[in-house]
């Protein structure tokens, strides 16, 4: 069954430790036709990117080892991903972690727990701007 505003096939990469989260997110965003892959960290995340090269990026901001904002920073930082749409993960909704988001170069900040609305409409918004 294809979703009718075409997000058939559209790669997408959610990066977070909890496993609650990705496997809410990859359920969702599966039956709207999404190619999706997990990472449980910026580690992982990084070292799959390269190959997997996805459309779209959400990231969680409190991770182990690599937290969220330095995962976008490198992300960020190479040539070949400049321009990959990211959107931030937070349980927290503060203002200060909505800038610092936008100061490593994500693209928008969705606060935990999200809706399936909410993170549809971040793709659907985002996908135009990388098209």
């Known amino acids: 069954m294809a979703s009718e505003d075409g997000l058939d ?14 496997r809410t997110a990859e359920t969702l965003l599966k039956k709207e ?4 892959i997990t990472a449980t960290d910026g580690f ?3 070292a799959k990117i ?3 090269r996805p459309e779209i990026i959400f990231i969680d901001i409190m991770m182990p080892r690599l937290d969220g ?3 976008c920073a490198l992300i960020k930082h190479n040539q070949s991903f400049r321009a990959t749409p ?5 349980s927290k909704d503060g203002l200060f972690d909505r800038a610092r988001g936008r100061v490593v170069g994500s693209e928008q900040y969705l606060t935990k727990p999200f809706t399936r609305d909410e993170l ?10 990388a098209a």
């Open 9 to 22: 096939g559209l790669k997408v990469m959610v990066i977070d430790d909890s496993k609650t989260i990705r």
């Open 69 to 71: 904002y330095q995962t």
């Open 44 to 46: 992982e995340a990084l």
């Open 86 to 90: 990211v959107i931030m993960l937070s």
């Open 33 to 36: 036709g999404c190619d999706v």
């Open 50 to 52: 390269a190959d997997y």
């Open 120 to 129: 549809l409409s971040a793709i659907r918004r985002h996908r135009k701007q």
